[in-house]
């Protein structure tokens, strides 16, 4: 039984963003931080890394292999409709995103 409210206020944009993304979806944002919720009592902790990177990754970094798998990842992302257009990145990465 739903017997609890859970209250955080959060940036506005993020909640805008992630909410039309749910919406798209058809998942209700209680069904999702329900999920979360399971989630953490199920591994005990919070179940993804919360960790800053020292640096980004950079292509000369990275073996062919990996350069290779990176590539056709995104390939296949694209062929679906995932991801987000190059005007869109590039807006975001000038606006310090």
């Known amino acids: 039984m739903k017997d609890s409210t859970v209250s955080a206020r959060v940036e506005n944009s ?3 963003e992630a909410e039309d ?6 998942v209700p944002v209680s069904v999702v931080i329900n ?5 953490i009592i199920y591994h005990h902790g919070v179940p993804f890394s919360l960790m800053i990177p020292s ?7 990275m073996s ?10 995104s ?6 409709g995932e991801g987000r257009s190059m005007n869109e990145v590039f807006d975001d990465l000038e606006r310090g995103k």
């Open 55 to 61: 640096e980004p990754r950079t292509i000369d970094a």
């Open 21 to 26: 993304i749910l919406q798209k979806l058809g």
């Open 14 to 16: 993020v909640k805008m």
């Open 75 to 80: 390939y296949a992302q694209s062929l679906v």
């Open 35 to 39: 999920s979360l919720y399971r989630q």
């Open 64 to 73: 062919e292999a990996e350069l290779d798998a990176k590539l056709e990842h």
